[in-house]
């Protein structure tokens, strides 16, 4: 009996500090099932709306409540792997080479097309400070999980869509995530199939190589005056998630065996990592340390966004879309 007591002691006191019961979900968005499309990414276009982009150019757009709605239904024929909101307009990245530009105003759009980028997806764009887009991808299959010779690539253009201009191309990394720093610097991830290299530009085409990760570099996200990044060791992105600092020369490159972690957010204040197997977890961002969280999603997680105080939107496969709250982060 007093064996069957300790072993319950112990068995609590290792899971308090491996699992926090604080995220509960608020709202399922969408029935999603393993066979529907999937939500690639999410994004903020005003403080009530959000839209939700994925497989097979599915869109919607969604308040803080979750009210859910299909938007420009049938009029993208490709997968949504990016969507960026800049001023009066949206923005939508394809695997098709294209970019969707949606003015909020008048409710009109324009596809373009690349014949620069055939057989090309754009994986990621954003908008710099001086108003230019600047986008990268790289073979289209890449993004699907086939092995093909990357091909991978850095462009800029204009908001018009014109004026198209490779900013830096290599035939053996693909390039998956872009970020401008506040002193106007971009960093860009490369992955040549075992490391990722981090480049640095100061101007579109003076690119230098100024880090290295061990895995795939899957996505960057600026914490205070430091950049994390989120990605996966191996192929295995089941079970080797990685995590950490850019240009943290003397900190641990984070695993996270729970799944390769796809994307993360800042929650009033603590950065919040998702993962392929449907983990929410919370990083420490001065040991780096993670906790999971208690809410589970049974479909893979590919982005989070913030959406409240305390409250945050996560989608994935199967059109898998939730609300959830953390109620250890006090609502302020």
């Given at each position: 009996m007093?064996?069957r ?7 609590c006191f ?24 999937s939500?690639?990414?999410?994004a ?10 994925g497989e097979?150019g ?16 049938d009029k993208?024929?490709a997968?949504i792997l990016?969507?960026?909101?800049a001023?009066n ?6 695997d ?12 009109e ?8 980028l055939e057989?090309?997806?754009i ?12 986008i990268?991808?790289g073979?289209?299959?890449?993004s699907?999980?086939k092995?093909?010779?990357p091909r ?10 014109t ?5 830096w ?5 693909f390039v ?11 960093l860009?991830?490369?992955f040549?199939g ?12 003076a ?16 914490v205070?005056?430091?950049v ?6 191996t192929f ?9 600092k850019?240009f ?22 603590t ?5 392929q197997t ?8 001065q040991?780096g340390l ?5 809410f ?12 409240g105080?305390?409250k945050m ?5 199967g ?14």
């Amino acid at each position: 009996m007093l064996i069957r007591l300790l072993t319950y002691i112990v068995v609590c006191f290792f899971w308090q500090f491996s699992v926090s019961g604080q995220t509960t979900l608020i709202k399922n968005l969408t029935p999603g099932y393993a066979q529907d499309s999937s939500f690639y990414d999410v994004a903020k276009i005003n403080d009530n709306e959000y839209w939700i982009g994925g497989e097979f150019g599915i869109l919607y757009k969604t308040d803080t409540l979750g009210n859910l709605n299909s938007i420009l239904k049938d009029k993208i024929d490709a997968s949504i792997l990016k969507i960026q909101h800049a001023n009066n307009y949206v923005f939508i990245a394809t695997d098709k080479s294209q970019i969707v530009k949606y003015d909020l105003q008048n409710h009109e759009y324009v596809i373009k097309s690349f014949p620069q980028l055939e057989n090309k997806c754009i994986y990621d764009l954003i908008v710099c400070k001086d108003g230019t887009l600047m986008i990268c991808g790289g073979k289209t299959d890449i993004s699907k999980s086939k092995l093909r010779v990357p091909r991978g690539f850095i462009a800029t253009l204009d908001t018009s869509l014109t004026n198209f201009e490779f900013s830096w191309t290599c035939y053996r990394k693909f390039v998956w995530s872009l970020i401008q720093l506040d002193n106007g610097d971009i960093l860009a991830s490369c992955f040549d199939g075992l490391t990722s290299s981090i480049l640095v530009s100061d101007t579109p085409k003076a690119w230098k190589r100024k880090d290295r990760v061990f895995g795939l570099v899957h996505e960057f996200y600026k914490v205070d005056n430091e950049v994390w990044y989120s990605g996966t060791q191996t192929f295995n992105v089941s079970k080797n998630g990685i995590y950490g600092k850019v240009f943290d020369n003397k900190g641990p490159l984070h695993t996270f065996k729970e799944g390769s972690v796809w994307a993360l957010t800042i929650i009033n204040g603590t950065l919040i990592g998702v993962t392929q197997t449907g983990e929410i977890f919370e990083v420490d961002t001065q040991t780096g340390l993670a906790r999971l969280k208690s809410f589970k999603s049974e479909e893979s997680i590919y982005d989070c966004i913030q959406v409240g105080k305390n409250k945050m939107i996560i989608v994935g496969h199967g059109k898998s879309a939730y609300i959830v709250k953390t109620h250890d982060i006090q609502e302020i």
